[in-house]
């Protein structure tokens, strides 16, 4: 066995058009209908010749016409697709058979438009139960064809497109080095509210210039969505359109079908890009002040692990606590104990970053003011221990403000 290879996050990402073989372009086409000429809202996505993809999707019965599309398009082992054409400011989900019959006439029209002659997987986000502007849709997708650039600022105006209620473009790109070549996973991605398991309100787009086929796309995304953008919570609701796609152009001409070093290499280089995305999401909830992250060790079960975690960061209570910052462990331990994992007090931990808040079930009130201090902080841990065996979790949520009420409360 060789030593295993170093992936490595880069400094100042600028999304999808950091892999080689990738092209992108954005453009603003008004699909809020509000006469906002200048907010990008429309983007493709493409590669030179049809190329390998996966895609991960929300779980929720009410389903986006873009999600019913996408899982049709890669039903078939070995389908090659286009690229991607994604929205923002319409869902296009509860649209009934218009929804969908748009949703294919977007794919249509990329594959069209930019020439290549394999379909477009779709995406959608923003309001739900409005129906799409296919006029204004058609113009911006005739548009961005053309302007279609390898080019940084492409990148950037991509990344910019997908967003909604998010204040800043998510990007991450990894790179590795292999037999004297560079080889890369970008991405980027959007998501700040309607955020929970199986995904949240958001979309995430990656590319490699790996060579690399659908199954094996496939099961790298899987596993790494499911150790990343399925251990997030802001508010606990589950989105319609959640989509995770990731394409590989073969640009490199590597292929890790026969490597295992290669292989493990590509899938660590997913899961750090995945890592990220899912951190900047939780950082930008939204009206969100503090990004907490939430390890539960010591349970009998990963599955009891992760019912604990999702307890303490979906209490409104506790949310609401961190946003004050009150270090009021009572109310971590209360949501631990509606897990109804067979916690026993007599056992279980609690601490704030390092400084322990409850040890064997007694309260460790002499570091009161190292608590406060610690949940003051706009980032910090808490861990959970049962210590009734080996079952782990970590997720990353944020706390709750009056802000977010206001947000919400009407659209």
């Known amino acids: ?66 999600v019913h599309l996408c899982r049709e398009i890669l039903a078939k082992p070995d389908a090659k697709v286009g690229g991607f054409v994604v929205n923002s400011g319409n869902a296009n989900a509860a649209t009934a058979e218009k929804g969908m019959a748009d949703a294919k006439e977007m794919s249509t029209l990329a594959q069209l438009e930019t020439g290549i002659g394999s379909p477009f997987l779709v995406c959608s986000t923003g309001r739900i139960g409005r129906k799409l502007p296919m006029g204004r849709i058609k113009s911006g997708i005739a548009a961005a064809a053309q302007r279609l650039s390898h080019g940084t600022q492409a990148s950037l105006d991509t990344a910019d497109a997908i967003l909604t209620s998010d204040t800043r473009r998510k990007v991450a790109t990894a790179q590795f080095e292999y037999k004297g070549k560079t080889l890369t996973v970008a991405g980027c991605a959007k998501g700040a509210g309607m955020i929970e398991p199986n995904m949240a309100t958001m979309l995430a787009f990656l590319a490699t210039d790996l060579d690399v086929n659908n199954l094996a796309l496939k099961n790298t995304l899987t596993l790494a969505c499911n150790q990343t953008f399925n251990r997030i919570s802001i508010d606990g609701d589950m989105s319609t359109n959640d989509t995770v796609l990731l394409l590989a152009s073969g640009h490199s001409g590597m292929a890790p079908d026969e490597d295992a070093g290669l292989l493990q290499a590509f899938r660590d280089a997913v899961f750090l890009v995945c890592d990220t995305l899912a951190e900047k999401i939780v950082g930008d909830g939204e009206k969100v002040t ?106 990353l949520t944020s706390d709750l403000s009056e802000a977010y009420v206001d947000f919400n409360k009407s659209e």
């Open 1 to 66: 066995m060789g030593h295993p290879i170093t992936v490595q996050l880069i400094e100042n990402p600028n999304g999808i058009n950091d892999c080689p073989g990738f092209k992108a372009s954005a453009v603003a086409c008004d699909i809020r209908e509000k006469g906002d000429l200048k907010r990008l809202d429309l983007a493709i996505v493409t590669t030179d010749a049809p190329c390998s993809a996966a895609g991960v999707f929300t779980m929720n019965d009410v389903c986006a016409a873009p």
């Open 290 to 395: 503090k990004l907490v992250e939430i390890i539960v060790k010591g349970c009998q079960s990963e599955e009891d692990a992760e019912k604990v975690a999702r307890c303490v960061g979906n209490s409104l209570l506790v949310k609401t606590s961190w946003y004050g910052s009150d270090p009021n462990w009572g109310r971590l331990a209360d949501a631990a104990g509606y897990a109804r994992v067979g916690l026993k007090e007599e056992c279980f931990d609690i601490h704030y970053d390092e400084v322990p808040a409850l040890i064997g079930g007694i309260p460790q009130d002499a570091y009161l003011s190292q608590w406060k201090r610690i949940v003051a902080k706009k980032r910090f841990r808490i861990t959970l221990n049962l210590n009734q065996g080996k079952g782990e979790f970590r997720l």
